[in-house]
């Protein structure tokens, strides 16, 4: 595809439960990241992959956020045991790197509602 | 904590310039004022980015004070679709890697009017 997709764009969990949102980036682009948009806020910084790699997750909230990306394309976010305090956009991006600015293409995210 | 201050929202008639100001006071010389605008239900998308001259695109035009202080977005001919949360970003020359990570503040909530 042209762009950088995201599924399911909605997801509705009960507390408790695991859920799992798939990103699929740009063909190509080695960096990817995942952030977390609360309502009203902007987008807050989750974590980083370059290719396969992931290079930083100092932004997960907490260890029942999972991020893995293992053939360095499609990444999946895993929240285990969800909480009422993670619904939120977590929305995709991945990084098209042109004379060293970084131009990152967003998803249109999934909005995960925590019952 | 973003770098960036701006004003919660404005409204702008369609058909004229919506002037978009961000304060970066505290900006250091190696460091690029972004703006990024998020339609609702979309993701944020990429519009215009500047170090110290004035630049302008097929979408906007950034105008960036002589100190380098602050910024103005401006979108000459605003239509409906231009409604949208606008996000300025103040953030290093990327070499790669996690700091490539943007700091979105809370960003100008524009409405074109009709």
């Known amino acids: ?115 | 904590d973003a770098k960036t201050t701006q004003p919660p929202s404005m409204d702008c008639a369609e058909g004229r310039a919506a002037n978009l100001p961000c304060n970066h006071s505290t900006i250091s010389g190696n460091e690029y004022v972004y703006w990024y605008r998020q339609i609702h239900s979309q993701g944020p998308q990429y519009i215009i980015h500047g170090l110290k001259n004035n630049e302008t695109n097929e979408m906007a035009s950034l105008i960036i004070t002589e100190d380098r202080k602050s910024s103005t977005l401006i979108l000459p001919h605003a239509t409906l679709r231009d409604t949208a949360v606008y996000y300025c970003i103040v953030r290093a020359r990327y070499y790669g890697g996690s700091q490539g990570n943007l700091i979105f503040g809370k960003g100008t909530k524009l409405s074109v009017k009709p």
């Open chain 1, 1 to 115: 595809g042209a762009g950088v997709s995201q599924s399911p764009r909605y997801k509705v969990a009960k507390r408790g439960q695991d859920v799992a949102l798939r990103c699929d980036p740009i063909s190509g682009h080695v960096s990817l990241f995942w952030y977390q948009q609360a309502l009203g806020q902007g987008p807050e910084f989750l974590t980083y992959f370059q290719n396969e790699a992931q290079l930083d997750k100092s932004g997960l909230p907490s260890d029942r956020f999972f991020a893995e990306r293992p053939e360095g394309s499609v990444s999946t976010l895993k929240i285990q045991r969800t909480q009422q305090e993670d619904s939120a956009v977590y929305l995709c991006a991945s990084v098209f790197k042109r004379d060293n600015i970084n131009e990152q293409f967003f998803g249109p995210g999934t909005r995960l509602t925590v019952l």
